[in-house]
């Protein structure tokens, strides 16, 4: 799996104290944390991820079902046009544009890749649609690969919890990879999703309520 290197930043005092703790309370609220997106396999997961964008996955997950109902694998979603697309993933954000890139996507997978998902980061990202977290999403879920995929969830409580200054997220990406273990990675990335949905939410953290309280700078979050 090739890999377009970031470039390093400065973590913040105390990152490298707090990390551990913040990965001993992650393992306590969600030892079994994982993707939210329904896939069975590389190449819905790869579509799932690319709706994703900007969207809920409960959002995606409704209509994941009849899209995979009518195109099953990349050769059938290959043929479809973006106004084919349209009618399946209305509902979900952007989707005049996520149809075509769904359409370009699928079409490039039948001619570089013989209609399977590559488990190459570089090859990933050059898809449509997708990008490094794209990427890291697909290669952790679907192969294994330990990745972190930033998105604005991992983000914020990156920043919050004091463990990077970043607000670009390959930067953020490259901050947490320095500061956890290698094989623990996918499932910080997960964790730290869920933490951002059910407690450390964007507007109205649930600070006394959170199990992180006692160590969290609360970097960003109003008195």
């Known amino acids: 799996m090739t890999r377009r290197p970031v470039p390093s930043s400065h973590l913040p005092n105390g990152a490298r104290t707090r990390a551990p703790l913040v990965l001993s309370a992650l393992e306590t609220l969600y030892p079994d944390a994982r993707t939210e997106l329904v896939f069975r396999n590389p190449f819905e997961l790869l579509v799932a991820t690319v709706l994703s964008a900007q969207a809920t996955d409960v959002s995606v997950n409704a209509v994941t079902p009849a899209l995979f109902a009518r195109y099953p694998d990349a050769w059938a979603l290959s043929r479809a046009t973006p106004e084919d697309i349209e009618p399946y993933i209305r509902t979900v954000g952007l989707y005049r544009a996520k149809a075509r890139n769904l359409s370009l996507l699928a079409r490039l997978l039948v001619e570089r890749h013989g ?3 590559p488990n190459d980061f570089g090859a990933v990202v050059a898809l449509p649609g997708a990008g490094r977290k794209t990427a890291n999403v697909v290669l952790s ?16 409580l990156a920043r919050r919890l004091g463990l990077s200054t970043q607000t670009n997220p390959d930067r953020v990406e490259r901050d947490l990879q320095r500061l956890f273990p290698r094989e623990r990675w996918v499932f910080l990335h997960h ?3 869920l933490h951002g949905r059910r407690v450390c939410q964007a507007r109205r953290p649930q600070c006394a309520a959170c199990l992180m309280r006692t160590f969290c700078p609360r970097v960003g979050v109003e008195p």
Do not use: K, M, S, W
Not at 141 to 156: E, K, L, M, Q, S
């Open 115 to 117: 209609g399977e998902v």
């Open 141 to 156: 879920n679907a192969y294994g690969f330990p990745a972190i995929a930033v998105d604005t969830h991992v983000g914020r």
């Open 191 to 193: 964790a730290l999703i």
